[in-house]
């Protein structure tokens, strides 16, 4: 079974910055495209950024381009998503998934197979 953990969450003004970690048990390398969805209250869980599994390619959602970079360790069996210039709107539970074997730029939730617990990032104005 394949177990994902995230963290990094937690609370900042608008325009600060916080890195999520996830960490994979098992082999990162054979898990597909992995990506980070979000939540927010009420809301649907949207993608916000995707990766393939050579790391060489990354996916970003039109409202989250230039401000978070997504990446990778498969040495290190992590997923990554740096965030910059937070704004109010990004609050919202962020999970880290793994296990979809198709396009990474067109995977929705159901395509993934594996799913962390989330973490909550809130950030204020």
């Known amino acids: 079974q394949v177990q994902l953990v995230e963290s990094g969450g937690g609370s900042v003004p608008s325009g600060g910055s916080l890195t999520l970690s996830c960490a994979v048990s098992g082999d990162t390398a054979r898990h597909g495209c992995m990506a980070w969805f979000r939540q927010p209250p009420g809301k649907e869980r949207e993608r916000v950024a995707s990766i393939s599994p050579s790391e060489s390619n990354t996916y970003y959602a039109d409202s989250v381009k230039t401000r978070f970079t997504i990446s990778r360790d498969n040495a290190k069996n992590t997923l990554y998503l740096q965030m910059d210039s937070l704004k109010p709107e990004d609050t919202a539970k962020y999970y880290c998934?793994?296990?979809?074997?198709?396009?990474?730029?067109?995977?929705?939730?159901?395509?993934?197979?594996?799913w962390g617990q989330g973490t909550q990032v809130t950030v204020s104005s």
């Open positions: 998934s793994a296990g979809f074997f198709g396009l990474c730029d067109l995977g929705t939730p159901s395509h993934y197979r594996y």
